[in-house]
């Protein structure tokens, strides 16, 4: 099955975006910025889809949400050119012309996102020739179903989180999470209003569900050592990224307090870099996201990794890609998800691009074994809400 051609088309959002307020939630920015940085700055509103296209008629779909502009220019002037005449079968051999091809620049970042989006084009084109779904291929179906959070509370008024959090505990999830909104800037204050935050979740969905709390890389080892104690009486399934992701000494000292689990590796790539986080013992639970860290061809092999530490996998985001992952592999329990709202920072922003992605019921989705490939297509309307660069 020869590749024939590989296409890279960034999608932006045209539509409304909801203006997130103030302490919406904390960005590594918070801690060097001169005034309120807010999540707005890392708004997620361009998406990269690449397509692989095979002498068989198959098209092979994949994705990559870092700097989309970016990673198309990768794409197109780095990958494509040893990509075309290949054989889309030889995915193993493919991954390493790319990643030492674009070695010196790529290994991490935008590079490795162009990588994976390339990736999980070729497994999708891979799984619709043998007309069987990606996670089939990857070891074949562990789960009946995939258990996934709730992932979407933001900083708010105390009876709006409330409001919410009950929902989803209706709903039947079994886990959600926090995203806390103040850091060291705000100092002891700022504490008692993350405090005040977790106390409401946990109040509100009660014992028997898990809780989250995420600070996406914006506290310091200081202020995080001073907060665990305070959070440790709520019981959190783990804190995430708490710190910047290559503090991982800080990151090894938090997990080695004993008080609340420790996840990150959002912001990780390859197995190389998460080889360093097990053998320091950094993280409880590691978070990759496959249409960062390489594709699945990468993923599959972190998970052996966490599998042999004794570490859990959580991906990052939910989404087709992550959950062909998860639900062949022993070492991941769930997964996220992002339930569909309107667009605010981007993190739902694949609902509006992609038809086939799973909707939870009662806190757990489905892979269907008749669907081949990663099962997404692309929507026929996405003109309609997207400038699309090709």
């Not at 198959?58 to 990958?79: E, F, M, W």
């Amino acid at each position: 099955m020869r590749i024939l051609d590989v296409r890279a088309r960034v999608l932006e959002w045209t539509g409304p975006v909801a203006s997130p307020p103030p302490n919406f939630c904390t960005t590594a920015s918070d801690i060097v910025a001169r005034r309120a940085v807010g999540i707005g700055a890392y708004s997620f509103l361009g998406w990269l889809v690449v397509e692989v296209e095979t002498d068989q008629g198959i098209v092979g779909l994949g994705n990559a949400a870092l700097s989309p502009h970016v990673t198309k220019a990768v794409i197109d002037r780095h990958l494509k050119p040893i990509l075309v005449g290949e054989n889309a079968f030889d995915v193993a051999w493919l991954w390493e012309r790319m990643y030492r091809q674009t070695l010196p620049f790529g290994r991490k970042g935008a590079g490795m996102a162009a990588i994976s989006a390339v990736d999980i084009a070729l497994w999708d084109a891979i799984g619709k020739a043998h007309r069987q779904p990606v996670f089939r291929l990857l070891g074949g179906r562990l789960k009946d179903r995939i258990e996934v959070y709730a992932s979407r509370l933001y900083a708010q008024p105390l009876d709006d989180l409330a409001l919410e959090a009950s929902a989803y505990r209706a709903a039947g999830f079994r886990g959600v999470k926090l995203r806390f909104g103040w850091g060291p800037r705000d100092g002891a204050a700022g504490m008692r209003r993350n405090v005040e935050l977790l106390r409401t979740v946990r109040e509100t969905v009660g014992d028997d569900i898990e809780v989250m709390a995420d600070c996406y890389m914006g506290w310091t080892l200081d202020y995080a050592r001073r907060m665990l104690p305070l959070l440790a009486p709520y019981n959190l399934r783990w804190l995430e990224e708490p710190l910047g992701a290559d503090e991982i000494d800080g990151y090894a000292e938090l997990r080695a307090m004993n008080l609340v689990p420790i996840a990150g590796g959002e912001h990780e790539f390859t197995l190389r870099g998460f080889r360093e986080i097990a053998e320091r013992r950094a993280m409880d639970v590691i978070q990759f996201d496959t249409n960062r860290v390489g594709g699945p061809t990468q993923a599959q092999k972190i998970c052996a990794l966490a599998e042999a530490f004794g570490l859990a996998v959580v991906p990052h985001a939910g989404q087709m890609h992550n959950y062909h992952v998860v639900m062949a592999s022993v070492a991941a329990p769930m997964a996220e998800y992002f339930p569909k709202v309107p667009v605010e920072v981007g993190n739902e922003l694949f609902w509006y691009i992609f038809d086939g992605e799973p909707v939870a019921e009662q806190g757990s989705i489905g892979l269907d074994d008749a669907v081949p490939g990663m099962g997404l297509s692309l929507r026929q309307d996405l003109q309609r809400d997207f400038r699309i660069s090709e």
